[in-house]
C-alpha cells in the first residue's frame, strides 16, 4: 500500500527565514509520481509541483526548491526568505503512474510565517 | 476557462438526508476523482473515474455512490448523510495515463450534517 507521511505538524517561521517541510513516502511501484499542493487560507488546493521516480534531479523555482532523494525516499519542500504569504497549509501526494487521480496524500503541515 | 467547478460550496444537512455533490470539469479530461478533507488527516480518495461509464472505490467509498454517465459529469452521491460525513469535498480531474499530470482541483464542498 502506498503512505505518505509529513512528520511536521505545523512549523512556525518569522519572515526571511529558510524553512524545509519534510515529506517521506512508502509505494511498491517502481513508477511513480510526487507532488506537493499549497492550500492558502482560502482553501483551494493549487498545484506547486510534480515529479517523476526517474528523475532525482532537484527543482528550483524562485523561492522554492525540492529535493527528492529515492535512497530515503524522502521528496523535501524548502522556501527561502519564507514571506507571509507562504502561510498555508502543505501537501505531499503520491500516484501510482498508471491511473495519475489516485493520489495518496500526507497529513499536511501548517506554516505559519510571522512578519 | 472554468476548469473543476463544483456545486454547491457550502451545504447543511440532517442526519438521515440525501442529496448529490456536483462535479463538472470543462477540460475533456479522462479522469476524475473525489476526495475528502478532514482535520489532520489530509486528503482521502472516495470513488474514482477514469472515464465516463467507469468508476471504482477509492479508499473511504462508505455512505458514497457515484456515476459516469458522461466525460463532463461526476456526481457524488450521498445516500443518508451521517455526522462522520461532515467534511470538505474536493473533486479532481486530469488527462488520461498517456499525460500524467497534476490533478486539477476544484473549489471544494464544505458539508457539515447536523
Known amino acids: 500500500a502506498q503512505k505518505v507521511t509529513q512528520a511536521q505538524t505545523e512549523i512556525s517561521v518569522v519572515e526571511k527565514e529558510d524553512v524545509t517541510l519534510d515529506c517521506v513516502y512508502e509505494t511498491r511501484d517502481t513508477t511513480y509520481y510526487l507532488f506537493w499542493y499549497k492550500q492558502p487560507p482560502s482553501g483551494e488546493l493549487v498545484f506547486l509541483i510534480r515529479r517523476n521516480s526517474f528523475d532525482e534531479q532537484n527543482e528550483i523555482s524562485g523561492r522554492y526548491s525540492w529535493n527528492f532523494q529515492k535512497s530515503t525516499s524522502s521528496f523535501n519542500f524548502t522556501i527561502t526568505a519564507s514571506q507571509v504569504v507562504d502561510s498555508a497549509v502543505y501537501f505531499c501526494?503520491?500516484?501510482?503512474?498508471?491511473?495519475?487521480?489516485?493520489?495518496?496524500f500526507g497529513a499536511g503541515t501548517i506554516l505559519r510565517v510571522k512578519s | 476557462n472554468a476548469g473543476v467547478t463544483q456545486t454547491p460550496k457550502f451545504q447543511v444537512l440532517k442526519t438521515g438526508q440525501s442529496m448529490t455533490l456536483q462535479c463538472a470539469q470543462d477540460?475533456?479530461?479522462?479522469?476524475m476523482s473525489w476526495y475528502r478533507q478532514d482535520p489532520g488527516m489530509g486528503l482521502r480518495l472516495i470513488h474514482y473515474s477514469v472515464g465516463a461509464g467507469i468508476t471504482d472505490q477509492g479508499e473511504v467509498p462508505n455512505g458514497y455512490n457515484v456515476s459516469r454517465s458522461t466525460t463532463e459529469d461526476f456526481p457524488l452521491r450521498l445516500l443518508s448523510a451521517a455526522p462522520s460525513q461532515t467534511s470538505v469535498y474536493f473533486c479532481?480531474?486530469?488527462?488520461?495515463?498517456?499525460?500524467?499530470?497534476?490533478?486539477?482541483f476544484g473549489q471544494g464542498t464544505r458539508l457539515t450534517v447536523v
Open positions: 477540460m475533456n479530461h479522462e479522469y
Open positions: 479532481a480531474s486530469s488527462p488520461g495515463t498517456a499525460m500524467n499530470t497534476e490533478a486539477f
Open positions: 501526494a503520491l500516484s501510482e503512474a498508471r491511473y495519475g487521480n489516485k493520489l495518496v
